[in-house]
């Protein structure tokens, strides 16, 4: 089996002209790979499906105090009562809750080499430039250079450790500081906030934890390449990010490279808490596997993502670049209860060939002059469809709130769909709230324009999308805003002419 | 340099050029002159590749390469260059870079090496000069919030920076008052030697007073029904284009 990809998968050089013959390339190889897992699979897996006694399991096997294992049984519990939701403009097969595995230990499975993956990853990886170590390790190859990272972020945390900074997996958190995550988990975003994000209180697997002790100014973006390789395992990432008073962390979410999943349900919860005069920038780069052109395979991403502004002067900014998976269902909140708190949300959201996203954000205004800004840019190309769905709500003891709210959608092409779902729900008279949206098209004009001037049609996409896209992308870190403009060529390759 | 024979070309089926055929010799400066809708625009974005128009039969060479068989990129790249009749707008992308990137995907082409930051600036500022243009517009997007002037002497600072062997000027001088007039073709005439060629498109012979051209070539219903030197342009202004179409017409 092995011989077979080997022979199949063409030269680089060879690629360009190869579209056709690829798909069917990579259908084989894909197919090749779901035979492979089968035969030499090691995992540590339980029966599939869901019941208490998974639960029970799961965090058992995490060590989990008392306390934890109740929280789970308790949203368990709450889950078998919940039904999926069916309001996003969202098309998507049932998914079967029952034939899922819940927990599974990342052991050696995927390919051995970059031999044996998709080639048309391997072009992509070429075209954003990825080192050579981190192709194996996104592709899922199972090799040495992880444990240069290991070492790495081990030095990391000897210096956040000086400051008193706690990034750790949160099941780490769960041993070392029961006291915190007691105190905060699920604070935000309670086990009965919606369907998936109660299942995800459930069973989650890992994620990361974050405390900045009050003061203090976290000295470097922290970030989390998060990894996952077991087949056929619910994703189910679990994130809490505490800022204490005066505290100021940057954090850093996903890569702009492709990741290759088997799982096709992921039910990640974020939680974010500041505390008075704290400020949380939360920065997401997601390019999860889209599914092939005809939109086989890809990603369901049903992820709750919500910050709580507990503290007055307290901040809370998200910005999140969402390029991948076949299905995106997220909408990364803002709770204004400290007054004088900000909110703020900057996404820009990219289609193409059959993905559909159905993305925003909810404003709510609790605390007295309380202030939020909403800039959504999303871009649709292909047979996509993208929408908006955003909430401006001030409650009624919210004095003087503020809200812009700026609602673009740009089409490449005309198959594709945009649509825009604003909702605002004013309670109190003193509030200010705008909120403007417009559509365009990336027009012939334009392109030929950039050709005429030796610049390549794909370039001149990715141009007019980047510039298109600036005001989002300017909230980026440096380097990754540089990696985010690369990933919106190459993400819409194929997608003109 | 350009080689144009019987060239036709229609757009949805309706037939525009009608067998147009032109020689163009480095060093040359080529004026096209004729009515609204003889084909005066359709010829300059035939030649650079715009899509939607269908070549019924003829063929331009360009350098000896079959123009017509390359993609707009590429005859960019090879050196020719069309200074829009109206100006692109592009949200969002910065003047500068947008100009920087077209330059070195012109010297990668060529096997150069791409400018950096530094260089290219210093060479940006230089040309800018001959233009006249407000350093402030380099910084803005492309062609966005630009004046329609703003806009031409932007398309003949890109031509400045790019260096084409063959620039085509589509109605350079549409909406131009007399001073960005004498600016743009200023630049024009700057950037004149014996190895580039310049076709220019105009209505009206008032760009040709300070653009002086080698050739004038009257074009209509798709055809070029008369050739001349620059006196011919002086005599269309003074009679105006009806009696050359009789007379095209009485020879049919």
Not at chain 1, 315 to 343: F, M, R
Not at chain 1, 407 to 418: F, P, R, T, V
Request: with cysteine.
């Amino acid at each position: 089996m092995i011989d077979k990809t080997n022979k199949t998968a063409p030269k680089n050089d060879e690629n360009i002209a190869m579209s056709d013959e690829q798909q069917t390339i990579q259908n084989i190889t894909d197919q090749d790979y779901k035979y492979g897992f089968v035969t030499d699979i090691e995992m540590e897996a339980f029966p599939k499906g869901l019941d208490e006694n998974i639960v029970r399991m799961i965090s058992a096997k995490k060590n989990e105090p008392e306390f934890m294992t109740e929280w789970r049984l308790k949203a368990y519990r709450y889950w078998r009562k919940q039904k999926e939701p069916k309001w996003p403009k969202l098309e998507y097969s049932e998914v079967d809750y029952e034939d899922l595995y819940y927990y599974a230990a990342p052991k050696k499975d995927g390919p051995k080499s970059l031999d044996e993956v998709d080639p048309e990853l391997l072009k992509t990886f070429d075209k954003l430039g990825v080192p050579l170590e981190e192709r194996e390790l996104l592709a899922g190859v199972a090799v040495d250079a992880v444990i240069d990272s290991v070492s790495v972020a081990t030095t990391f945390k000897d210096k956040l450790g000086e400051l008193g900074i706690i990034f750790c997996p949160i099941s780490e958190a769960i041993q070392d500081h029961p006291e915190l995550v007691k105190k905060y988990l699920g604070t935000v975003v309670p086990y009965t906030d919606n369907f998936y994000a109660t299942l995800n209180s459930a069973v989650f697997s890992d994620g990361s934890f974050v405390y900045i002790p009050p003061g203090v100014r976290c000295p470097m973006e922290l970030s989390s390449y998060f990894r996952i390789n077991a087949s056929k395992t619910g994703q189910f990432e679990r994130t809490l990010i505490v800022a204490d008073k005066g505290s100021y962390v940057s954090y850093l979410e996903g890569c702009t490279a492709p990741m290759r999943d088997e799982n096709q349900l992921h039910a990640a919860v974020v939680e974010l808490i500041a505390l008075d005069d704290a400020e949380i920038k939360y920065s997401t780069v997601q390019n999860w596997y889209a599914g092939n052109k005809e939109g086989v395979g890809g990603i369901f991403n049903f992820v709750t993502k919500r910050g709580l502004c507990g503290g007055s002067n307290s901040k809370i900014s998200w910005t999140q670049v969402e390029t991948g998976s076949a299905i995106t269902w997220k909408y990364p909140s803002c709770i204004l209860k400290g007054d004088n708190s900000v909110g703020e949300f900057y996404s820009v959201a990219l289609t193409n060939n059959y993905q559909q996203a159905d993305t925003g954000t909810k404003m709510i205004h609790q605390g007295k002059n309380t202030r939020s800004l909403i800039i959504s840019k999303g871009i649709s190309a292909g047979k996509s469809n993208n929408a908006y769905r955003g909430l401006v709500k001030v409650n009624s003891k919210a004095e003087n709130a503020r809200n812009y709210s700026q609602c673009d959608s740009l089409l490449i092409g005309d198959q594709c769909g945009a649509h825009t779902y604003p909702y605002l729900e004013i309670e109190n008279p003193s509030a200010q709230v705008e909120h403007e949206a417009t559509t365009s098209k990336v027009s012939e004009d334009q392109i030929f324009y950039l050709n005429q001037r030796g610049i390549s049609t794909e370039d001149a996409v990715g141009m007019i999308v980047s510039g298109y896209a600036r005001e989002v992308f300017q909230q980026l870190p440096m380097e990754f805003a540089v990696e985010a403009q690369a990933l919106m060529s190459v993400s819409l390759e194929g997608s003109v002419g | 340099m350009l080689s144009i024979k019987n060239l036709q070309v229609s757009v949805e089926e309706k037939p525009i050029l009608k067998g147009l055929n032109l020689e163009v010799k480095p060093g040359e400066i080529h004026a096209i002159m004729g009515p609204n809708g003889s084909g005066k625009s359709t010829l300059a974005h035939v030649l650079s590749g715009r899509e939607g128009y269908q070549v019924d039969s003829g063929s331009a060479s360009y350098k000896g390469l079959n123009l017509l068989e390359m993609a707009p990129e590429i005859r960019a790249r090879e050196g020719m260059f069309l200074a829009f009749q109206y100006p692109i707008e592009i949200p969002g992308v910065n003047n500068t870079s947008f100009l920087k990137k077209a330059l070195n995907e012109i010297r990668k082409h060529r096997g150069e090496e791409e400018l950096d930051a530094i260089d290219f600036l210093s060479l940006i500022k230089k040309q800018m000069k001959l233009v006249e243009m407000k350093e402030e517009l380099l910084k803005r997007p492309v062609n966005q919030g630009f004046s329609g002037g703003e806009k031409k002497r932007n398309e003949i600072l890109q031509m400045a920076v790019l260096n084409p062997t063959l620039a085509i000027l589509d109605e350079t001088d549409s909406g131009l008052d007399i001073d960005a007039l004498r600016i743009v073709a200023g630049g024009v005439n700057k950037l004149r030697s014996s190895d580039n060629s310049f076709v220019v498109i105009t209505h009206y012979q008032r760009l040709l007073d300070y653009i002086v051209p080698d050739f004038v070539h009257v074009l209509s219903n798709g055809q070029i029904i008369k050739s001349g030197t620059k006196e011919l342009a002086l005599e269309l202004e003074e009679r105006g284009y009806d009696w050359l179409l009789e007379e095209a017409e009485s020879k049919v």
